[in-house]
C-alpha cells in the first residue's frame, strides 16, 4: 500500500538513506529518491533537510524530474533562503531553454518562490519570457509577474513590467490577453487608486474581441475586468452589453454569472424607455433559471444571486415562480435559499400557488426549513394583503398540528400579521391562547406576552395568563422579560381597578431585583410615567403603532449596489461587503452601480440635470484640463490620512435612545415627540435633538485651536422638490474630519423613516463614511440635526465646478437629488505645512501656467490677523517679508488628495484689498479664490 | 445512533484545496486511517478523533498567505454544521473561507481569505473531478496515491496563481501522461492547442471511417402534488456528439428551432422553442445570437455539445394512481397502478417505480400483474422494476408491509413516489436535427448518425402520510411525435 510506504518514512534514519539515494550516480535511482521525497512532503513530513541534496538534482534534461523539484523548491525555499540562490543559476538558464514546456516551467516555479533575494535576479529571465515567441511562455510568463509583484511590489514597478503587461493586452493570442487581464486586475486590486487598467474604449474593444476566441476562464477574467469599466455613455453601454449577452448561453455557470453581473450593472445606464432595456430584461431571466440545473453549490451561488437581482430588478423573474419550488431532494442550503426568493416574488397573480407550496414545506420534517417556511406565510399574509385571511387560516391548520416549533413559529408570525391589518384577525386569539403551555423560545413567548397586553381587554384572563409568566420572571430571557413589563402596564392601563397588584410586582421585579439596565430604565419610566401622569402614560404605551413595512429584510439600497458589482463572488453569496470579511482592504473602494443618479434624473427627476451635463460631457471639451485633473487624481499614493473617521457622538446617544425604547414600545419615542404635532409648535421639538448636537459640538471643539470657519447652512433641497422633506446643510472640518451637517425638516402629513444618503463621484472622492444616522422616525413637523462624517476615498470624477457634490437621499417616500457645492477649504488637511525649503523649492519648479491671482476686497485685517485666522482653516504660512509696505505672506495647504497649493498673499497696510497669488502643483484650481475668501472675512468663533 | 453508524461507512475523504486570489491554492486529500469509537455525544472527544484520523491527500498552495493548516478547521466545522442542520457550501474560520465539493467520499476543498469568484471555483472544483475521472477513470483515495506525480502536475497545469488555466483533459493528454518514460521520448513539447482559440481540439486528427454520432437525449422533470395536479414540469434536453472526423471540420447543426424558422420565413413542419440554451466551449455564441446558426469545429470523440431547456405544459402520458394505507401498530398496504398513455408503438425500458415505505416496516409481501417488486430497507422503499413498458398497457402492483406495534416516535421525512424510465427514437418535446453538415478542407464525406432518447429526470410525486390515507397521484408524461431520421 502507498499509504504505507508513505508512514513508513516517518522514521528519521529514511532521511540518511533518501541522501544517499539522491546523490547516486544512477538516474532512475535518484528520480525514485525524489518521488519519495515528494511523497513524504505531501503527507506533512518535514523534509527540509535535504534540501541541497534535491537541489542537486535539478540541472536534468528529464522533465519529469526537473517537475518534481521544482515542486519540492516551492515548498521549502521560503524556510531554506539562502540556499534558495543555489536554484537561481537553472532558472535563468532554463528560461532559454529551446523547448518551450521548459521556459514555461521555469517562470511559472520561480514566481512561486517567495524569497525576496532571489526575485532581483530574476528579472532578466521574466523580461524574455514576457516577449517569447510562443503563447505558453507569454501567458505564464504574465501570471508571473502578478506573483512577483504580490512579492515585491516596487520592483515590478521599476523594472516597467507592468507597462509590459499592458502591452499583452493587445496580444494576438486570446489566451495571453486573459491572462494578462487576470494579472492585472489582481494587481489593480492592492492599488485602488491606480489606472492600472487604464479602461478606455480601445481597451475594452480589444477585451470584447478576445472574449470570443478565449477559454472560459479567460472569459470569466474578461468578463469580471469589464465590470470594473463605467462607459461614457448610454450608447456605449448598449454596444457592450450587446457583445456580452452571447456569453449567457456558455455551459459554464461562472462565465454566465459573470456575464450577468456585466449586464446588470451596464443596464443601469441605459434608459428605461429605451427597447434594448426591455429585450435585454428578456434574456436575462432564462440563463438565470438555467443555472438551477447546475451543480447544487453552483445552484446556492446562482440563488444567492438571484435573491439580489430579484431585490434590484424585480421584473426580471416575476413569472418564473414555479421554477423556485422545492424539491424533496433538494440540499438543505439549497431548499432555504429557494423559500426566501419565492417570499420575494409573490404576489397576488402567484400567491394561490405559493401557499400551497408553502402549506406542503411546513409538513416536512427538516425542523429549519419548516420554521422557515412557516414564516414564510406570515410574510405572504402581511406582503400579499388579498391573501391575509388564507394565510391565517393555514397558520391555524398549523397549529392544530401541535408541532412544538411549528405552533412557536406561527404565534411568532401572527404577532405580525395583527400589526399590519389591527381589528381584523383578533378571534384566532382564543386558540393561541390553548398553546400557552407548549412555548418555550423566548420569541414565541414574547409574541404570545404582546398579543395577550395588546388585546387584554378581550381576553378574560388577562391577568392570569400575565401573571403565570411573571412566576419565573427572572428566569426568562430579556426580550420576554421586556414584553412581560409592558403588556402588564398596557393591561393596567386598560383595567386599573383588578390589576394594580400586578404591576406593583413587575415594576418592583424590573426595577429593583434585576441586573439589567436597559428593564431597569423601562421599569422607571413607566413608574414615572405612571405615578405623575397616567393621562399621558396611556398616550405613550397605548399610541398607535406605526405599520409595519411589508419587506422587513431588504438589503439596503447601498450595500445592494455594491453586491450587484460583485455578483459571482464571495460578497454577493454571504451578501456582505467585501470589506467586511477580507482583511486589509479597508481602504479599498467599495464598488457602485454607474451613474446610477444620472441615469434615473434623465427619467424621474428633472432637478439634477446638470449632473447628466457634466458626466456626459466629452473630455474632449477641455482636454488640457482633463489631462491635468487625471495627473491630479492619481498623485495620491499615499494612504488617505481621514480613512476612519470616529463615529459622531451624537449618534451613540441616538442608539442608547433607541435600545432603551425599543422592542415591544418601538413607537414611543415618535409618539413622545410627536404625537400631538399641531399643538406642539416645531421650534420645541428642535431642542431636543439640538441638545444632543450642542453636546456633540462640545466635544468635537476641544482639539481645535482656532475657529475653523464654517459656512452657515443653506437650502439645499427645498421641501417643495422633495415630498416635503427640507434639507438644509453645511459642511465643517472637524479635527481632521470632514463632516456634513444637515437640518432635516419633515414638512409633509405623514412620518418619515429609513433614511440613507449616498454621492455621486465627485472630484475628490467624497463619500460617507457611515450611514447617515436618523434613527428616529421624523414625525411632521420634526426636525433633526444629522452629522455625516465624510471620507475621501470614494470614486472620483471631475465636476463642473471642482466642487460641486451631487447628493441622493432616500427615506420611506421616494429618492431625492440635490446638488450643493463644498468649500475647498474643507480639503485643507491638518499637515499642509511645507517645509521651507520644499517651499523655495517648489514654489520654483511649478509652471506659470498653474497660477491664477486675485483680489480679495474689503478686508480690514493685518497681516498676522489674517495668517492667525487663515491657520485655523489649515492654510499654513511659512514665511513672511516685508517689501517696500507690503506685508508678503507665503503659504502652503495640502489637499485631502495630496495636491499641494502654494500661495503668496500681498497686504497693503491700510489697503483693505489683498492680493493672492496661488500656485498649485497641479493645476490652477477654481474655487481657492473663494476658499480665501470664506476663510477671511468668517466672524470671529 | 444511526447518524453515527453512516459516518463510520464513509472510510475517507479528499480535500482539495484551491485558494484564489493572494492566497494559496492547494489541494488536499483527507483520509481516515482508523475509526476508533468515539463517543457521538461529546463533540469534544469527536473534533479530536477527526483530526486524528483525517489527513491530507494532496495539496496545492498556489500563493502564500493562507496557512496550510487551516485546512485542519474545516471538518469540525463541516461536522458542526452538519449537526445543526446548516450545512452549506461555504464554511468560514475566522477570515479564511472555505469552497468544497464532495465527490463520492472525497471532498475537495478550496480556501481563500479574499473575496474570490464563487461561482469560478465552484465550476473549476466540478472541472478538477472531470479531469481526474478522465485521467484515473476513478476519482478514489487510491488512484491519488498511485498517480501523486501527475496529479501534482495536473494541478500546475490547471491553474496557476488561482488562475485556471487549460482544463480540457483530452488537450492535457497530449502533453501529461501517466507514464513519464513516454514523456522523455516524445521530448515533449507543448502542443499549440493549448493556447490557440481552438483550444479543445489538435491538428491532425485522422480517421479511416469520417463519421459523427449524434445523441439527442431529453429527460423531463415534473413534479405533481399530492392531489395530482403537475405543480411543474420542464424539459431538459442535451446533444451528445461522437465524433470521429478527420482534420479541422467545419459543422453547421440545424435543428427546428422556431426562432431559426422565424428569422429565416419559412414555417412548416413542427418546430420547438427552445427557453434557454447552452453551448460548448466550441460553439460560435455571436453567431448564434445574431442568425440562430450553431456553427463550430468539435472536440474529437465524445463531447456534450449543447443543451436546452423548454418549458411546456405536457399533456399526460403515464397515469400513475397510488393507494397507501397506514394501519398503525399493525400494517401498510400499497397499491400503485402505472398507465402507459404514450403511442402504442413506443416501449419504455427499464421503468423503475420507486415507492417510498415507513423505516420501521418489515415483512413484505408483493403482487405485481409485470415486472418484478423489491423491498430496499436501506433506502426504505419498494422498487417495482418493468423491463419494458408499451405504450397503451396497464400494470398493478400490491405490496404489504407489517408494522411493530411499538410505535417509532421519530418523525419521518414525506419523500415522494419516483418514476425512471427510459424511451428511445423518441423524444418528447419534437425537437428534429435537421441537418449537419461537415466541411473540411480535404473535402472528405462524412455520415452523421442520430439517436433520439428519452429518460425521466426527476419525476417526483409527493405524499401524504395520514393515519389511513387515500389519494391517487397522477404522473404526467409529455407526448412527442415520432421523429423520421
Not at chain 1, 459656512?711 to 472640518?733: C, D, H, N, Q, Y
Not at chain 1, 514654489?843 to 497681516?863: A, G, R, V
Request: net charge negative.
Amino acid at each position: 500500500m502507498m499509504c504505507d510506504f508513505l508512514f513508513s518514512l516517518v522514521c528519521t534514519g529514511e532521511i540518511f538513506e533518501l541522501k544517499a539515494e539522491l546523490n547516486s550516480d544512477k538516474k532512475e535511482k535518484k528520480k525514485e529518491a525524489v518521488k519519495k521525497v515528494i511523497a513524504s512532503m505531501t503527507v506533512g513530513k518535514d523534509v527540509s533537510a535535504l534540501f541541497p541534496d534535491v537541489v542537486n538534482c535539478m540541472q536534468t534534461d528529464n522533465l519529469e524530474l526537473k517537475k518534481l523539484v521544482y515542486l519540492y523548491l516551492m515548498n521549502y525555499a521560503k524556510s531554506q533562503p539562502d540556499m534558495a540562490i543555489m536554484a537561481v543559476n537553472t532558472f535563468v538558464k532554463d528560461c532559454e531553454d529551446p523547448n518551450p514546456l521548459i521556459r514555461a516551467l521555469a517562470v511559472r516555479t520561480m514566481g512561486c518562490i517567495r524569497v525576496d533575494k532571489i526575485t532581483e535576479y530574476l528579472c532578466e529571465p521574466l523580461r524574455k519570457c514576457l516577449k517569447d515567441e510562443d503563447p505558453y511562455v507569454r501567458k505564464t510568463a504574465a501570471v508571473c509577474v502578478a506573483k512577483l509583484h504580490d512579492i515585491n511590489a516596487q520592483l515590478v514597478e521599476d523594472q516597467g513590467f507592468l507597462d509590459t503587461l499592458k502591452d499583452l493586452i493587445s496580444d494576438s493570442n486570446p489566451m495571453v490577453v486573459a491572462n494578462a487581464v487576470a494579472a492585472l486586475s489582481e494587481i489593480a486590486e492592492s492599488h485602488p487608486n491606480s489606472n492600472l487598467l487604464d479602461l478606455n474604449p480601445q481597451t475594452i474593444n480589444k477585451l470584447l474581441t478576445a472574449l470570443n476566441e478565449c477559454t472560459e476562464w479567460g472569459q470569466i477574467f474578461i468578463l469580471d475586468c469589464l465590470a470594473n469599466y463605467t462607459p461614457r455613455d448610454d450608447r456605449e453601454s448598449q454596444s457592450i452589453c450587446e457583445r456580452v449577452t452571447p456569453r449567457l448561453s456558455h455551459a459554464n455557470s461562472a462565465v454566465v454569472l459573470s456575464a450577468v453581473k456585466v449586464l446588470m450593472k451596464f443596464m443601469e445606464m441605459l434608459p428605461k424607455d429605451l427597447d434594448y432595456y426591455g429585450t435585454l430584461l428578456k434574456k436575462l431571466a432564462p440563463p438565470l433559471v438555467t443555472l438551477l440545473s447546475a451543480e447544487p453549490e453552483l445552484q446556492y451561488v446562482a440563488l444567492r444571486n438571484i435573491n439580489l437581482i430579484v431585490q434590484r430588478r424585480p421584473e426580471i423573474l416575476k413569472h418564473e415562480m414555479k421554477v423556485f419550488f422545492v424539491k424533496y431532494n433538494d440540499p438543505i442550503y439549497v431548499k432555504l435559499e429557494k423559500l426566501d426568493i419565492m417570499i420575494r416574488l409573490a404576489s397576488q397573480a402567484n400567491i394561490a400557488q405559493v401557499l400551497a407550496e408553502l402549506k406542503e414545506y411546513a409538513t416536512e420534517v427538516d425542523v429549519d426549513f419548516v420554521r422557515k417556511a412557516v414564516r414564510a406565510i406570515g410574510r405572504c399574509a402581511i406582503k400579499v394583503e388579498q391573501s391575509a385571511e388564507r394565510c391565517v387560516s393555514t397558520l391555524l391548520d398549523l397549529i392544530q398540528t401541535k408541532v412544538n416549533y411549528v405552533v412557536q413559529e406561527a404565534i411568532v408570525v401572527i404577532k405580525d400579521i395583527f400589526r399590519k391589518y389591527p381589528n381584523k384577525y383578533e378571534s384566532v386569539i382564543a386558540t393561541l391562547c390553548e398553546n400557552l403551555d407548549s412555548l418555550d423560545e423566548p420569541e414565541a413567548r414574547a409574541a404570545m406576552i404582546w398579543i395577550v397586553g395588546e388585546y387584554a381587554e378581550r381576553i378574560d384572563n388577562a391577568d392570569e395568563l400575565l401573571e403565570s409568566f411573571l412566576e419565573g420572571f427572572h428566569d426568562e430571557s430579556t426580550q420576554v422579560q421586556l414584553q412581560l413589563l409592558t403588556a402588564i402596564v398596557k393591561l393596567f392601563l386598560k383595567k386599573p381597578t383588578e390589576t394594580q397588584e400586578l404591576v406593583q410586582q413587575v415594576l418592583s421585579l424590573a426595577t429593583q431585583d434585576s441586573d439589567n439596565p436597559d428593564l431597569r430604565d423601562r421599569g422607571y419610566i413607566y413608574w414615572r410615567l405612571l405615578s405623575t401622569d397616567p393621562v399621558a402614560a396611556k398616550e405613550v404605551v397605548l399610541a398607535e403603532k406605526p405599520l409595519i413595512s411589508e419587506e422587513t429584510d431588504l438589503i439596503e439600497p447601498t450595500l445592494l449596489e455594491e453586491l450587484i458589482c460583485h455578483i459571482g463572488t464571495l460578497a454577493s453569496v454571504y451578501h456582505k461587503p467585501p470589506s467586511a470579511f477580507v482583511e486589509g482592504s479597508r481602504g479599498v473602494q467599495h464598488k457602485r452601480l454607474p451613474g446610477s443618479a444620472g441615469s434615473g434624473e434623465s427619467v424621474e427627476s428633472p432637478d439634477t440635470g446638470s449632473a447628466a451635463g457634466v458626466s456626459e460631457a466629452p473630455p474632449a471639451v477641455i482636454p488640457s484640463q482633463g489631462d491635468l485633473l487625471g495627473d491630479l487624481l492619481n498623485l495620491d499614493l499615499t494612504p488617505p490620512t481621514t480613512t476612519g473617521p470616529p463615529p459622531p457622538a451624537s449618534s451613540g446617544m441616538q442608539m442608547g435612545a433607541m435600545d432603551l425604547l425599543g422592542g415591544g414600545l418601538d413607537s414611543l419615542m415618535g409618539t413622545g415627540f410627536g404625537a400631538p404635532p399641531a399643538a406642539m409648535p416645531a421650534s420645541f421639538n428642535v431642542p431636543v435633538s439640538g441638545g444632543l448636537d450642542d453636546l456633540f459640538d462640545l466635544g468635537g471643539g476641544v482639539g481645535m485651536p482656532m475657529g475653523v470657519f464654517n459656512p452657515p447652512k443653506t437650502v439645499w433641497l427645498p421641501a417643495m422638490k422633495a415630498k416635503g422633506l427640507e434639507i438644509s446643510g453645511t459642511f465643517v472640518r472637524r479635527a481632521g474630519v470632514i463632516q456634513m451637517e444637515m437640518t432635516l425638516t419633515n414638512k409633509a402629513m405623514s412620518v418619515m423613516t429609513d433614511f440613507a444618503i449616498q454621492f455621486n463621484r465627485n472630484s475628490f472622492g467624497l463619500a460617507p463614511a457611515g450611514p447617515l444616522q436618523v434613527l428616529t422616525p421624523l414625525s411632521p413637523n420634526q426636525s433633526i440635526e444629522a452629522a455625516l462624517p465624510l471620507s475621501t476615498v470614494g470614486p472620483v470624477m471631475k465636476m463642473e465646478p471642482l466642487n460641486n457634490l451631487q447628493v441622493a437621499v432616500k427615506n420611506n417616500i421616494d429618492v431625492f437629488y440635490f446638488s450643493c457645492q463644498y468649500p475647498i477649504s474643507m480639503l485643507f488637511a491638518e499637515d499642509g505645512k511645507m517645509e521651507r525649503q520644499v517651499f523655495l523649492a517648489t514654489w520654483k519648479d511649478i509652471p506659470n501656467d498653474n497660477e491664477s491671482q486675485f483680489q480679495i476686497k474689503d478686508c480690514h485685517l493685518n497681516s498676522d490677523a489674517a495668517s492667525n485666522k487663515l491657520q485655523g482653516s489649515n492654510i499654513f504660512t511659512i514665511a513672511k517679508r516685508t517689501v517696500e509696505g507690503q506685508d508678503m505672506l507665503y503659504q502652503s495647504m495640502k489637499l485631502t488628495n495630496g495636491i499641494w497649493v502654494l500661495a503668496e498673499l500681498r497686504v497693503q497696510a491700510g489697503n483693505p484689498n489683498y492680493t493672492v497669488s496661488t500656485c498649485a502643483t497641479v493645476s490652477a484650481l477654481d474655487g481657492l479664490c473663494l476658499a480665501y475668501k470664506f476663510c477671511m472675512t468668517n466672524p470671529e468663533p | 445512533q444511526k447518524l453515527v453508524k453512516a459516518k463510520m461507512i464513509s472510510p475517507n475523504c479528499l480535500f482539495c484545496h484551491i485558494i484564489r486570489q493572494r492566497s494559496q491554492r492547494h489541494l488536499i486529500y483527507y483520509h481516515i486511517r482508523e475509526i476508533k469509537a468515539a463517543n457521538p455525544h461529546n463533540r469534544e472527544a469527536r473534533t479530536y478523533g477527526i483530526r486524528n484520523f483525517f489527513f491530507v491527500l494532496i495539496c496545492r498552495n498556489y500563493k502564500g498567505d493562507v496557512d496550510m493548516a487551516e485546512i485542519d478547521h474545516f471538518l469540525p466545522l463541516l461536522m458542526q454544521h452538519e449537526e445543526e442542520g446548516l450545512l452549506c457550501p461555504v464554511l468560514s474560520h475566522g477570515n479564511v473561507h472555505f469552497m468544497w465539493i464532495k465527490h463520492s467520499n472525497l471532498y475537495l476543498v478550496a480556501t481563500t481569505n479574499k473575496n474570490s469568484n464563487a461561482s469560478l471555483v465552484y465550476s473549476f472544483l466540478y472541472k478538477l473531478v472531470e479531469v481526474f475521472t478522465e485521467y484515473f477513470k476513478e476519482l478514489e483515495e487510491e488512484s491519488i496515491q498511485d498517480n501523486f506525480v501527475v496529479v501534482y502536475e495536473l494541478l500546475d497545469e490547471l491553474m496557476d496563481f488561482g488562475f485556471p488555466q487549460t482544463t480540457d483533459s483530452k488537450i492535457l493528454q497530449e502533453y501529461i501522461t501517466q507514464q513519464g518514460t513516454k514523456l522523455e521520448v516524445a521530448k515533449s513539447k507543448v502542443p499549440t492547442t493549448v493556447t490557440n482559440a481552438v483550444s479543445w481540439r489538435s491538428e491532425g486528427i485522422k480517421y479511416k471511417k469520417n463519421e459523427v454520432f449524434i445523441d439527442v437525449i431529453e429527460s423531463i422533470n415534473v413534479l405533481v402534488n399530492a392531489n395530482g395536479n403537475v405543480m411543474s414540469s420542464d424539459i431538459v434536453g442535451s446533444i451528445k456528439l461522437k465524433t470521429m472526423l478527420s482534420g479541422m471540420p467545419e459543422l453547421r447543426l440545424g435543428l427546428n428551432d422556431r426562432v431559426l424558422f422565424a428569422l429565416t420565413g419559412r414555417d412548416k413542419g413542427k418546430t420547438v422553442v427552445m427557453e434557454d440554451v447552452k453551448f460548448h466551449q466550441c460553439v460560435r455564441l455571436s453567431r448564434f445570437e445574431s442568425d440562430r446558426t450553431i456553427s463550430f469545429i468539435p472536440p474529437d470523440g465524445e463531447s456534450e455539445l449543447m443543451s436546452y431547456r423548454i418549458n411546456t405544459h405536457v399533456k399526460p402520458l403515464i397515469w400513475i394512481e397510488s393507494v397507501i394505507e397506514k394501519f398503525s401498530h399493525s400494517r401498510v398496504e400499497i397499491m400503485v397502478k402505472a398507465k402507459g398513455q404514450f403511442k402504442k408503438q413506443s416501449v419504455a425500458n427499464n421503468v423503475e417505480v420507486r415507492v417510498p415505505v415507513p423505516s420501521d416496516a418489515d415483512s413484505p409481501k408483493f403482487k405485481t400483474s409485470t415486472g418484478t417488486a423489491k423491498y430496499v430497507p436501506e433506502k426504505n422503499m419498494v422498487v417495482w422494476t418493468i423491463k419494458s413498458f408499451p405504450g397503451g398497457k396497464e400494470f398493478l402492483m400490491r405490496a404489504h408491509f407489517g408494522l411493530p406495534s411499538v410505535e417509532n416516535n421519530e418523525l419521518e421525512g414525506k419523500p415522494p413516489i419516483t418514476v425512471k424510465f427510459e424511451i428511445p427514437y423518441f423524444t418528447v418535446s419534437g425537437i428534429q436535427v435537421r441537418y449537419m453538415k461537415i466541411i473540411e478542407k480535404s473535402g472528405y464525406q462524412a455520415l452523421p448518425w442520430v439517436r433520439y432518447i428519452t429518460q425521466s429526470g426527476g419525476t417526483l410525486i409527493r405524499l401524504q402520510y395520514n393515519m389511513t390515507y387515500c389519494f391517487r397521484n397522477v404522473f404526467y408524461l409529455s407526448k412527442g411525435s415520432d421523429v423520421e431520421m
